[in-house]
């Protein structure tokens, strides 16, 4: 059974940080690009990162560059997205993605989900 489990989300002050994880489980690793989206309450489904576990290259779309990180062990099956630089408008409830490679890692295209983890940042 393919999982995706989310966890790390949370409350946090506007210009602090949090780091989530995505653990997965039931499909092999390296085959697959993971990419985290987040959705605010009224909003839509939006990027803010992705990562190819098999070399670690990564992307992100300006509305993060420079603030956020994605990173990956593949000993544990798990991508970790580090945020740094937070503001109100990342509050959301973040979710981990993937697809099977080669992927562009749009939010249509993936293949699994996971149940997301809320992030509140206070202002």
């Known amino acids: 059974e393919v999982q995706l489990v989310e966890s790390g989300g949370g409350l946090v002050q506007s210009g602090g940080s949090l780091k989530l994880s995505c653990a997965a489980s039931?499909?092999?690793?390296?085959?697959?690009?993971i990419a985290w989206f987040r959705q605010a309450p009224g909003g839509e489904r939006e990027g803010v990162g992705c990562?190819?576990?098999?070399?670690?290259?990564?992307f992100y779309p300006e509305r993060v560059k420079g603030r956020f990180t994605l990173s990956s062990d593949s000993a544990k099956n798990t991508v970790y997205l580090q945020m740094n630089s937070l503001n109100f408008g990342d509050t959301g409830v973040y979710y981990c993605?993937?697809?099977?490679?080669?992927?562009?890692?749009?939010?249509?295209?993936?293949?699994?989900w996971g149940r997301g983890t809320p992030v509140t940042v206070s202002r």
């Open positions: 993605a993937a697809e099977g490679v080669p992927s562009h890692c749009l939010v249509n295209d993936m293949d699994y």
């Open positions: 039931g499909f092999t690793f390296e085959d697959y690009a």
């Open positions: 990562i190819r576990p098999l070399d670690d290259v990564s």
